[in-house]
């Protein structure tokens, strides 16, 4: 704020020149749900600290989830929807024709989120595995309203069995807390579905090549179909050229799209945001733009 040095003020999203602020005595915040549960203050409230919130400005919270019903859209329009990425098993080669084809064919015949597994476990097209020691398949709640996708697991997850374990997979937690989704929670209005784009562990957590891409499309397009989100957050350039056939995560973040028939909206992956601490307001942003999206289309 302009002449009070010492005041760190965090934009909200959505729209430009928002702002929030942290309420009297640290715990409550004005952008912050009344309904959240204490758990989810103190966590909503650790994300505004990793933001760099650093004192209190009000003492009356502000609802600018209000603010926002009554000036500009929650939710921004959906930019052109492209289809699911068909392109990668275009470009791809023979082998990874044969491949793609081979996991078209799996996955169709998968009519269970149990059975998908077995057809990904019993798939041996993919170079990948051979290396890896698990089959990440997923966590969290089938069914929940919020799917998200990340890229490739790395050694902690491989380690675990279990998608987004590690550091950043710690962040993420901490990220969807703050908007009261959980990876644990039972109730489908809160919970989060969690998978990755491949689901072995890369040689030295390379990205995976266009090839591996394309022949994990068809178990991942089931794996949405099964699932069944309301909407599906892609963290990261894999998931975003994988279900939309476009890269360039940092300018497309937080611009909403459709994949599937379903609403997609993009995010920086957790990792980078580790890596670029500054992003974390873009990523709140984001978060309150679902946050935004699930209340206004449910
Ligand atoms: N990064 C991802 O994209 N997925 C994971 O599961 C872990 C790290």
Known sequence: MPGRPGLTLIESAPGPNKRFTAGAGGHSLAAMDTDLTFRADLAALAWQMELGADVALGETPVNRYETVAAGAPAVPPFAVARPAAAAPAAAAGPDSAVAVRAATEAAAQAHSLEALRGALAAFEHCEVKRGAKSLVFADGLPGAQVMVVGEAPGRDEDLAGRPFVGRAGQLLDRMFAAIGLSRTAQDPVQALYITNVMVWRPPQNRDPTPDEVAMMLPFLQRHIALADPKV???????????????????????????????????????????????????????LLSLKAHLRTRS
């Open 232 to 286: 599906i957050v892609v963290m990261g350039n894999t998931p975003l050229s994988a279900l939309l056939g476009v890269r360039g995560i940092t300018r497309l973040r937080g611009q909403w799209n459709e994949a599937l028939g379903k609403p997609v909206l993009p995010m920086v992956h957790p990792a980078y945001l580790l890596r670029n601490p500054v992003a974390k307001r873009e990523a709140w942003a984001d």
